[in-house]
């Protein structure tokens, strides 16, 4: 069980000026922020991203979404910090999300689900790497 976790703050999110309510909710659920940025991805990044889902029938849709504005990657961190994450932003569907979660809230469709949470730490070291060097995470200083 680790400790990090990567969130994405995605376009939709930061297009309705909801980041700041969404890092409210972060942090309220206890988790400390060790890394931020602010960027726009380009076409081929959100593919090398999303890799995993290359082939699927949303992958154009989601790719294209997700550089088709600024989004915020963040380093989480919080005991079992994948599980806790996934908990708090909820299902992929908002229509399928518990109340009280993120997505509830914020995403307005299950392809603009206002947030990213990774699924595994393995996937969550990977994807921190995809973002942030060693030096900009601040347990790492
Ligand atoms: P999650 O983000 O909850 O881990 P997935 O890994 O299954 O969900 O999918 C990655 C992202 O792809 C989702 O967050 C969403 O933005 C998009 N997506 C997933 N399923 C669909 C779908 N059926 N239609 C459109 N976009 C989708
Ligand atoms: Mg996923």
Redesign the pocket.
Known sequence: MGNLTLAII?PDALGARHQGKIIDRILEAGFEIQAARIIKMSKSQAEGF?Q??QG???FK??TT??SSGLCMPLVLRKENAVAEF?NL?G???PQEAAPGTIRKDFAT?????AV??S?SDENAEKEVAFFFATEDILANL
Request: glycine residues 8%.
């Open positions: 995605k999303y995993v889902h699927r029938p949303f849709e989601l979404f997700m996934r932003i299902a992929t569907d469709s299950v392809g603009e689900n990213h949470g699924d």
